[in-house]
């Protein structure tokens, strides 16, 4: 579903942010990205959408080269979902509009298809009364569902998770989780740069762990957090499973 | 100072058989909304498509957006008038110059297209500046839905970047409106220009611009108010800057 081979990315002449950074992401997987901060996690996964254009190296998602110039990207960026971590809901719209504006003006879905589709995944989110609030109106743990269930409205082939919990109070952690959870259990394919280390434990069938621009560790969960074979990600798990 | 007090002249009869003095004030007020209108237009058209190259990543884009502030703000607005009225006819070819001298309502047009164009470099700063102010996120949520650039201008940086410039935008009405007066240079007998011919008709130069302030006062503050009830049905709730 998603290969990505040999990526290389500089910000300026001398800066490198990822280094010769190879994985992939099977059908119905759920891979989880961690690392430190500054580690090149977003960057990666913002890579695979082309949020973020790098220099060497290729990205093919569904069978489709990422950074080839012939790629029409607005078209294969909206076949995947993206979840960021300050959630990025659009505060002029309401709910149920911020969920039905790609659907209308990139799927071309009429507006009460847009609609209907977008209560229907409200009501998964659990969120249906609030479709008519603005996003300032709700709290950081349900714009985030919002901003899933707006993914989702694209019916995506996979999706793509920045750091979701990240910018949540410790109490609403878990609402997002739960949703990204029952996801994970219905087969979306999930790529996921998360510190939830219970989430990953979960249901994560592979997990990657990056430093420096790196990939220094990518491994089945199990093997991750039993044995991880590199030092630096030892003292990763050590640091933060301490408490 | 012996100066005779005569409120009332407005209701006398003018020396060039238009009716009262108060006619002429009130035609001179007419065709100072109505240069200011179109002003403001021409300044919110270009001044939104500059205010948008000057957001935008290309290098290019940038560079006229930069080059056409510099160019509009850098001059004085008498100097630009006299630049549009006297001196771009001779610089033209001789048939197309005698036909812009000739052209009826010339100081009309000229004034209208000069402040508005002098105002457009002021309100392509400011939109450059609000949609600057916008999270990073914004425009990547819009590209990550499949939006395209354009798009993303239309229906998500723009809608918020204008809710943010408002407050400065009327102050830029405001100045449009005032402005206009500097089209007495170029033969507009505007607000400003009819006080002048009243005075002297009349030789009273306190009460003619007595009522040449109260006009201008009038029309700004209709701006003022209007401006503000945009403002208010716009405003987003829950939203920081829409209280």
Redesign the interface.
Known sequence: MIEISHVNKWYGPTFQVLKDCTTSVAKGEVVVVCGPSGSGKSTLI?CV?A?EPFQEGQIILDGIKVNDPKTDL?????????V???F?????LRIIDNLC??QE???GRSHEEAVAKGNKLLERVGLTVHAN?????LSGGQQQRVAIA??LA?DPIAMLFDEPTSALDPEMISEVLDVMVDLAHEGMTMMVVTHEMGFASKVAHRVIFMDKGEIVEDAQKTDFFGSPRSERAQKFLSKILSH | MNYNWNWHIFFEPNPTGSGTYLDMLVSGLWLTIKTALLAWIIALIFGTVIGILRSLPSKTASWIGFAYVEFFRNMPLLVQLFLWFFVLPELLPRAAGLWLKQLPNAPFWTAAIGVGLFMSARVAVQLAAGIASLPRGQKQAATALGLTLTQGYRYVLLPMAFRIIMPPLTSEFLNTVKNTSVAITIGLIELTGQARAMQEFSFQVFEAFTAATVMYLAINIIVVTGMRFLERSLAIPGYITGK
Do not use: D, I, S
């Open positions: 913002k959408n949020l607005p078209k294969l960026r909206a076949r995947v979902g993206m960021f971590q300050h990025e809901l659009f505060p002029h504006l790609a003006k990139v799927l609030k603005y996003p300032a109106e707006r993914a694209m």
